[in-house]
């Protein structure tokens, strides 16, 4: 059972969530922050009971879709997830979600932790709570000038990783150069994942000039290919930095003519599964890699 100072947050923002309900407004941000602000080690007061413990999910892109799908698979196998989904991703939002799915004792009523984070968020969660899974879908530029630069963020994440449990496990793009290098800062087990199909992508990086640089030692990077943006099979010729091997990884991707579906060939261990993902988009590859890499580790 969470302490009493948990307990009375928890009640507070249980209040201001009736009231905001009452008042017809929606949203998990307010009830959220009343609750942390009472007790800022609240989420990990009610998350540490969780018996699947928690899965974090960031990045710049497709943390959305890799969360929902890796709910559904989770629920698929009688797991019963609370994920942040319609709320904010951050740290308050992931207390309203906990707030919408608790009793005012502080009983859970799922068994798993699926939060999406903000990625710059990310070091401060990572600081109060032990999650079981980290999984970093990708770094980009374009929604980081908000914060810092990339090579910044990435630091902070990177510190933050260094001092994690080593029972944690994290879930890294290895077709990122920036992510993938985060997971040399872990002491515990990482999962890659990455497109291995010869026939996408091409030479050039869509990305700009920081984005293609050594992560370790800033000289420019060589891609033998590129999926999209800085994304693809990386090299560093100075200091011998590369592309981690892929432990989940797209062998073949076929687009259908509609746009409607992707077809994936997933190795998992050697094994070859083929899978149909029902989302749009060479990107959603990554995101349904990212999700299959994640079941894969819990």
Request: aromatic fraction near 0%; charge should be positive; include cysteine.
């Given at each position: 059972m969470p302490d009493a100072l948990a307990l009375v947050a928890n009640a507070a923002g249980k209040v201001t969530l009736m009231g905001l309900q009452i008042a017809g407004r929606g949203g998990t941000a307010l009830p959220g922050l009343v609750t942390l602000q009472l007790d800022p080690d609240y989420i990990a007061a009610l998350t540490r009971a969780l018996p699947h413990g928690v899965?974090?999910?960031?990045?710049?892109n497709g943390k959305t879709t890799t969360a929902r799908m890796l709910s559904d698979i989770a629920r698929g196998s009688g797991w019963y997830p609370i994920h942040n989904r319609s709320g904010s991703n951050l740290e308050r939002g992931i207390a309203g979600a906990l707030l919408a799915d608790s009793s005012w004792r502080g009983a859970l009523s799922g068994n798993l932790g699926l939060f999406e984070v903000d990625e710059a968020s990310l070091p401060r969660v990572l600081g109060r709570i032990k999650p079981r899974i980290v999984v970093i879908t990708n770094l980009f530029r374009d929604q980081l000038d908000r914060y810092f630069e990339i090579d910044q963020l990435a630091k902070r994440i990177g510190d933050a990783i260094a001092e994690l449990d080593p029972s944690t496990a994290l879930v890294l793009n290895a077709d990122d150069p920036i992510v993938a290098f985060i997971g040399t800062?872990?002491?515990?087990?990482?999962?890659y994942f990455g497109v291995d199909d010869p026939s996408v992508g091409g030479k050039?990086?869509?990305?700009?000039?920081?984005?293609?640089?050594?992560?370790?030692c800033k000289a420019p990077l060589r891609y033998e290919r590129v999926v999209l943006a800085h994304e693809g099979d990386w090299s560093c010729g100075q200091c011998g930095l590369a592309r981690p091997p892929r432990d989940v990884s797209a062998k073949t991707i076929?687009?259908?003519?509609?746009?409607s579906e992707i077809e994936l060939r997933v190795a998992v261990s050697s094994a070859f599964d083929p899978i149909r993902v029902p989302v749009p988009g060479l990107y959603n590859a990554y995101?349904?890699?990212?999700?299959?890499?994640?079941?894969?580790?819990?």
């Open positions: 899965v974090l999910v960031s990045g710049t800062r872990h002491r515990g087990p990482v999962t050039i990086p869509q990305a700009i000039s920081d984005a293609t640089r050594c992560p370790r076929r687009l259908e003519p509609s746009a995101n349904a890699l990212a999700a299959l890499a994640a079941a894969r580790a819990l």
